[in-house]
C-alpha cells in the first residue's frame, strides 16, 4: 500500500503526479528513441532532436514565445540562476571584481531560488532592493517603479508566489521595466500551465519554469530567453559543448524534455476548465472551513491569487500539530516546527500577519486529480482536528475570555 | 517528521487537559498554582495548572498546550508525572526525563525544557501564594 491508498494529496504547489499522457509520450524516449540529440550525423539523433524539436514548440506555443526562445534546463531552480546571475553578470557596469556593478530589483518572498542568486550578486558588487509586499503579498507596478535607479539593469518579480498563490502585477512590471530599458525576469514556475501567458503582450524578458509543476516529470524545466525586441544576453554558468545556444551545456534529458513539452500541451488544453472546476472546489474548501470554524484567515489577496490554492490560518491551533491531526491530508504549513530552519515562513512574515498567525497556517493546493468527494472528507478532517486542539489552546481561553493576547507579556524562552 | 508512537498517543488522547478556573479566577485561589511558558510567536505555549493539598502534594494537574505534538506530548506527560507527588518530588523532575520517555529527536528538546519549566513555574506560584520561599529560577537553557 502506497500514500496514495490513504492519503488525500492536497500538495500540488509542491509538486503535481506525472500526467499518464506525459508518461505514454515519454517511454519510447528511454528505450527506442534514446540517441543524442547533438547527434547530427545518424537516424537515431535525428529521431531524438524531433522529439526536443516538438516539445520546443509546445512550450513556446503555451508562452506565445518563439520555439527558438526556449532553453531547457533540469528545473526553474537552474532557470532562475541562469537568468539572473547570467543577466546581471552580462549588464553589469563595471567589471568583476569592482563594486556598484549595477542594481536589481526583487522581493523579499520569492522564493530561496531568486532569493539566494541575488544575495550570491550582493556579495559580487551588485547592489540589491528587496521589495516588501503590501499585507495582500502582492508586488504592485508602483513599487518596482518607486524602486528603479538609473543603474537598475535587472528585475525579477516572481508571477505567483509559491505560499500564497498571490498573483503580482506582472503585466504592468514588464513594460515599465521595458521603458526603463532593464532586463525583466519572471519566475513563473506556479504560473505556467494555471492561467495564460504571452511573452509578447506582458513583456516579459526572461522567464523560468518547471515541468513537475505542471504534470511533467520532475527534474526538467526551461528558461525563456527573449531573442528580438530587444534580444536579451546572457553569460552562461555552465560551460561544455555549447547546447542550448551556448546558454546550458550538457547533454539534452530528451525524454524528459518530450514530457515538459507533452505537459505543456495538455495544459494549453485544459488550464481554462480545469482552473474553473479548482476555483470552485477550492473556494467550497475555503467557505466551508470559514462558516463552521471562528478565527480562521486567508493569507493574501482574495481575489488576485491562483485558483487551485489557499494559504488559511485557524488561529490559536500551532500547524505542525494540526497536521497531525489530519495525517490522510498531504499538505504544507508555515509553521516553525515544519521548517528546517525552525522559523515560521518568512512568506508570511513578509505579509505581517503576525508570526503567531504563520504558525497556525496550512497551504491546501489542489490538482487535476482532485475530487469533490476529496474536499468534503478534508473539511471534516480539519474542522475536527481544529476543534480538538483548540479544547487544549490555552490561547484559545484567553480570546473567548476577552483576552488581547499580543498585550500579553510572554515569558519567552 | 516521524513521531514516536508515545507522542502520537499523547496528542491522540491527552491526559488531564483543562483548568481549574479562568485565569482570573485561579489567581486568587491559595491551593491553585498556576505556570505559563512560552510565546505564541514562538509557536508554543504551555499552562499548567496544580492543585495542591496543605502537606504539599500535587492533588491534580490541568493542562492546555499551543504547540506542535512533541509540545502536547510533554505537557501532557508532565501532568501524569507531577499527580500524587510531592512539590520537591516535582521539582526533581528533569527534561532530560520527558525527552527519554516521549523519544524525542534533538530538535524537540526545546518542548521538553518548557515542560520543565511549567512545572518550575506553576510550582514557584503555589510556593508565593502560601509564604514558601521560592527557589532561584535557574536558567538552563
Known amino acids: ?413 | 517528521m516521524a513521531y514516536s508512537e508515545k507522542v502520537i498517543e499523547h496528542y491522540q488522547k491527552p491526559q488531564n487537559v483543562g483548568s481549574f478556573g479562568a485565569s482570573s479566577d485561579v489567581k486568587e485561589r491559595s491551593d491553585i498554582g498556576v505556570g505559563i511558558v512560552g510565546a505564541p510567536e514562538c509557536g508554543d505555549v504551555m499552562q499548567l495548572q496544580i492543585k495542591v493539598d496543605e502537606a504539599g502534594k500535587i492533588e491534580d494537574a490541568k493542562f492546555k498546550c499551543f504547540g506542535c505534538g512533541s509540545a502536547i506530548a510533554s505537557s501532557s506527560l508532565a501532568t501524569e508525572w507531577i499527580k500524587g507527588r510531592t512539590v520537591d518530588e516535582a521539582l526533581a523532575i528533569k527534561n532530560t526525563e520527558i525527552v527519554e520517555e516521549l523519544a524525542l529527536p534533538p530538535v524537540k528538546i526545546h518542548c521538553s525544557v518548557l515542560a520543565e519549566d511549567s512545572i518550575r513555574t506553576a510550582i514557584n506560584d503555589w510556593k508565593k501564594k502560601n509564604g514558601h520561599e521560592v527557589e532561584d529560577d535557574h536558567h538552563h537553557h
Open chain 1, 1 to 413: 500500500m502506497t500514500a496514495q491508498d490513504t492519503t488525500i494529496y492536497f500538495d500540488h504547489a509542491s509538486t503535481t503526479p506525472c500526467d499518464q499522457r506525459v508518461v505514454d509520450a515519454m517511454l519510447p524516449y528511454f528505450t527506442s528513441i534514446y540517441g543524442n540529440s547533438s547527434s547530427r550525423n545518424h537516424a537515431y539523433g535525428w529521431e531524438a532532436e524531433n522529439g526536443v524539436d516538438t516539445a520546443r514548440s509546445q512550450v513556446a506555443d503555451l508562452l506565445g514565445a518563439q520555439p527558438k526562445e526556449i532553453i531547457f534546463t533540469s528545473g526553474a531552480t537552474e532557470s532562475n540562476n541562469i537568468a539572473i546571475k547570467g543577466a546581471a553578470r552580462m549588464y553589469a557596469k563595471a567589471p568583476s571584481g569592482s563594486e556598484n556593478r549595477g542594481h536589481i530589483i526583487t522581493a523579499v518572498h520569492e522564493h530561496k531560488a531568486v532569493i539566494d542568486p541575488c544575495r550570491r550578486l550582493e556579495r559580487e558588487g551588485f547592489d540589491v532592493t528587496f521589495l516588501e509586499p503590501g499585507s495582500d503579498g502582492i508586488i504592485t507596478s508602483e513599487m518596482v517603479k518607486d524602486a528603479l535607479r538609473d543603474d537598475t539593469i535587472l528585475v525579477s518579480i516572481m508571477w505567483a508566489n509559491n505560499e500564497l498563490g498571490t498573483i503580482n502585477e506582472i503585466p504592468c512590471i514588464g513594460k515599465i521595466c521595458k521603458e526603463h530599458g532593464a532586463v525583466f525576469h519572471t519566475d513563473a514556475t506556479q504560473w505556467v500551465g494555471k492561467l495564460p501567458t504571452d511573452v509578447e503582450a506582458d513583456n516579459i524578458d526572461l522567464l523560468s519554469l518547471s515541468a513537475h509543476k505542471m504534470y511533467g516529470p520532475k527534474g526538467v524545466g526551461a528558461l525563456y530567453v527573449r531573442r528580438r525586441r530587444p534580444r536579451v544576453r546572457l553569460e552562461a554558468i555552465q560551460d561544455g559543448g555549447g547546447h542550448e545556444r551556448g546558454f546550458r551545456s550538457g547533454t539534452l534529458n530528451v525524454s524528459s524534455i518530450v514530457g515538459l513539452g507533452a505537459a505543456c500541451a495538455i495544459a494549453k488544453q485544459e488550464m481554462e476548465a480545469e482552473g474553473e472546476r479548482l476555483r470552485g472546489l477550492r473556494d467550497k474548501l475555503e467557505n466551508e472551513l470559514m462558516s463552521r470554524l471562528e478565527v480562521v484567515e486567508v493569507n493574501g489577496h482574495r481575489e488576485h491569487r491562483l485558483p487551485h490554492m489557499t494559504n488559511i490560518s485557524f488561529g490559536f491551533v500551532e500547524g505542525e500539530s494540526l497536521m497531525m491531526g489530519i495525517k490522510n491530508i498531504a499538505c504544507s504549513s508555515g509553521s516553525a516546527c515544519t521548517s528546517a530552519s525552525l522559523e515560521p515562513s518568512y512568506v508570511l512574515k513578509a505579509l505581517g500577519v503576525g508570526d503567531e498567525l504563520a504558525h497556525s497556517s496550512l497551504r491546501l493546493s489542489l490538482g487535476r486529480n482532485t475530487t469533490e468527494a476529496e474536499v468534503d472528507e478534508a473539511i471534516e478532517g480539519i474542522a475536527a482536528a481544529v476543534e480538538h486542539l483548540r479544547a487544549m489552546s490555552p490561547l484559545f481561553d484567553l480570546w473567548k475570555e476577552g483576552v488581547d493576547i499580543s498585550k500579553i507579556e510572554w515569558q519567552s524562552h
